[in-house]
């Protein structure tokens, strides 16, 4: 599944750079979560970064995007292929 972030997000700006997959971006007013980018951290880390960080427990799992394991290691490895060679 994809996460979210919601609008108790206060912009403390600890999850962008941790996030392995650059699925964190700020949005217009709070910080907002490219669900075609996350993967729940799948083949990154065994929990979500963001979510360990976040301090005010903003970051649901997106109802929109309701992914299995499986999915989200196939988006994973469709990221890491779009990768440039020299960043990989
Ligand atoms: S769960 Fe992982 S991949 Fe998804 S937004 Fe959070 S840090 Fe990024
Ligand atoms: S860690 Fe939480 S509060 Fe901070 S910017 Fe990210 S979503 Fe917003």
């Known amino acids: 599944m994809a996460l979210m972030i919601t609008d108790e997000c206060i912009n ?3 999850c962008e750079p941790e996030c392995p997959n650059e699925a964190i971006y700020l949005g217009p007013q709070i910080y907002e979560i ?3 980018r ?3 951290c799948v083949g990154h880390h065994e929990q979500p970064q ?3 960080l976040c301090p005010v427990a903003c970051i649901p799992v997106n109802p929109q995007h309701v992914e ?3 999915t989200l ?3 994973y ?3 890491q292929a779009e990768k440039p060679a ?3």
Request: aromatic share 0%.
């Open 12 to 14: 403390c700006d600890v």
């Open 34 to 36: 490219d669900p075609a």
């Open 38 to 40: 996350c993967t729940e």
């Open 50 to 52: 963001c979510v360990q």
């Open 68 to 70: 299995s394991r499986e």
């Open 73 to 75: 290691m196939q988006k």
């Open 77 to 79: 490895l469709r990221l």
């Open 86 to 88: 020299s960043a990989a």
